[in-house]
């Protein structure tokens, strides 16, 4: 199974992206899908995720200004990233638990500037 993740750049503070993350295989399964951040010299912390349910939940600091979501006829999870700010720099890391194992996305780089 392979996770391709796009969608990062470089963004001024208070303006958007969209990440995508792809699967090559079907999500309509998944026991959980998360998006997680890590800054540079920080561990890797889970910002946004759907859980199987499709309650969503989010970090404290992104509250009210990412939001996770999926499309399951395109295999695709994304997270729309609103309000960023010079904190949100980071490379951002797509994961999909299909229920026998997960997998990572290759990390995208959002770069925020002031």
């Known amino acids: 199974v392979q996770l391709q993740a796009s969608g990062g750049g470089l963004v001024q503070a208070g303006g958007s992206l969209r990440l995508s993350c792809a699967s090559s295989r079907s999500i309509r399964s998944t026991t959980f899908m998360g998006w997680y951040r890590q800054q540079p010299g920080k561990q890797r912390e889970l910002v946004a995720s759907?859980?199987?349910?499709?309650?969503?939940n989010y970090a404290d600091s992104v509250k009210g200004r990412l939001t996770i979501s999926r499309d399951n006829s395109k295999n695709t999870v994304y997270l729309q990233m609103n309000s960023l700010k010079p904190e949100d720099t980071a490379v951002y890391y797509c994961?999909?638990?299909?229920?026998?194992?997960?997998?990572w996305g290759q990390g995208t780089q959002v770069t925020v500037s002031s």
């Open positions: 759907m859980p199987r349910g499709g309650i969503t």
């Open positions: 994961y999909i638990n299909y229920g026998f194992g997960g997998n």
